[in-house]
């Protein structure tokens, strides 16, 4: 039996849009492709997307999973090392249930809670950020994060929620030129991209040097791609050369007069 691209898309419960992007970098190609241009799976297919699902869940890297599913990485090795993420995950969820019943207690009144204790286990995902590119990118990373929070002093909720809002607006902009075909050197494509670093720049200013290196996180980094690929599972790449080129032809580097 075939599956069209949707009946499979509904069955996995992802969508087509994301099973084409896995076809254009050669994870899962199709059984066949009509006259017409539509896609057919078979069971052949369905397996192979099984496992491409196993793994994307277990955390093992989109780049990789490809070179596991085809032997070129042994398979118990990724999965071994995505276990241990996996618990070490698990010991951070611990923690911050523990936080959760101690904040309770807390307002009922049975106990006074030390402040700093508020906090327990909230900070992980910014500080495996923060090391992350400390390690690829050197002490800058600190002045970075140092700009960021001096900025943000003070802001209520409301405030992130904006900001996250106001780039996801943007984001979505830039998805739309892109699904219109228009190139990320296009005017159009970095009158945005001008936004983009015109937002950035209200914390910390990115000089091109910088500027690239966001774009290579956005590019690289497993979880600062997944969120922009939410959008769309081809904007990272866009993004990414959409910046590089803005940086190129509009920004100096930070040793430059």
């Given at each position: 039996?075939?599956?069209?691209?949707?009946?499979?898309?509904?069955?996995?419960?992802?969508?087509?849009?994301?099973?084409?992007?896995?076809?254009?970098?050669?994870?899962?190609?199709?059984?066949?492709?009509?006259?017409?241009?539509?896609?057919?799976?078979?069971?052949?297919?369905?397996?192979?997307?099984?496992?491409?699902?196993?793994?994307?869940?277990?955390?093992?890297?989109?780049?990789?999973?490809?070179?596991?599913?085809?032997?070129?990485?042994?398979?118990?090795?990724?999965?071994?090392?995505?276990?241990?993420?996996?618990?070490?995950?698990?010991?951070?969820?611990?923690?911050?249930?523990?936080?959760?019943?101690?904040?309770?207690?807390?307002?009922?009144?049975?106990?006074?809670?030390?402040?700093?204790?508020?906090?327990?286990?909230?900070?992980?995902?910014?500080?495996?950020?923060?090391?992350?590119?400390?390690?690829?990118?050197?002490?800058?990373?600190?002045?970075?994060?140092?700009?960021?929070?001096?900025?943000?002093?003070?802001?209520?909720?409301?405030?992130?929620?904006?900001?996250?809002?106001?780039?996801?607006?943007?984001?979505?902009?830039?998805?739309?030129?892109?699904?219109?075909?228009?190139?990320?050197?296009?005017?159009?494509?970095?009158?945005?991209?001008?936004?983009?670093?015109?937002?950035?720049?209200?914390y910390w200013e990115p000089h091109a040097a910088?500027?690239?290196?966001?774009?290579?996180?956005?590019?690289?980094?497993?979880?600062?791609?997944?969120?922009?690929?939410?959008?769309?599972?081809?904007?990272?790449?866009?993004?990414?050369?959409?910046?590089?080129?803005?940086?190129?032809?509009?920004?100096?580097?930070?040793?430059t007069p």
């Open positions: 039996m075939r599956y069209s691209i949707s009946q499979l898309a509904t069955m996995a419960g992802i969508s087509a849009r994301t099973l084409r992007h896995y076809d254009a970098i050669g994870l899962l190609a199709p059984a066949e492709i009509g006259a017409n241009g539509y896609r057919w799976y078979g069971r052949e297919q369905l397996l192979r997307l099984q496992r491409i699902l196993l793994l994307r869940e277990v955390g093992v890297p989109l780049g990789q999973i490809g070179q596991v599913i085809d032997g070129q990485v042994n398979e118990i090795t990724a999965l071994r090392a995505q276990r241990a993420q996996i618990l070490a995950e698990q010991h951070r969820l611990g923690t911050v249930i523990e936080t959760i019943d101690a904040t309770i207690t807390d307002l009922t009144g049975a106990h006074t809670m030390d402040p700093a204790d508020f906090f327990r286990g909230l900070h992980h995902d910014r500080s495996r950020l923060k090391h992350r590119l400390e390690a690829a990118h050197g002490p800058v990373v600190e002045d970075a994060f140092t700009a960021v929070d001096t900025a943000t002093d003070g802001w209520e909720m409301t405030d992130y929620e904006q900001a996250a809002a106001e780039n996801r607006a943007l984001l979505h902009r830039m998805a739309e030129l892109m699904q219109h075909q228009v190139p990320p050197d296009d005017q159009e494509a970095q009158e945005l991209v001008e936004k983009h670093h015109g937002a950035i720049a209200r910088a500027y690239r290196a966001l774009a290579d996180l956005y590019l690289n980094d497993e979880e600062q791609r997944a969120w922009i690929a939410d959008i769309d599972p081809a904007l990272p790449g866009w993004l990414a050369t959409a910046m590089k080129t803005y940086a190129t032809h509009h920004l100096r580097d930070a040793t």
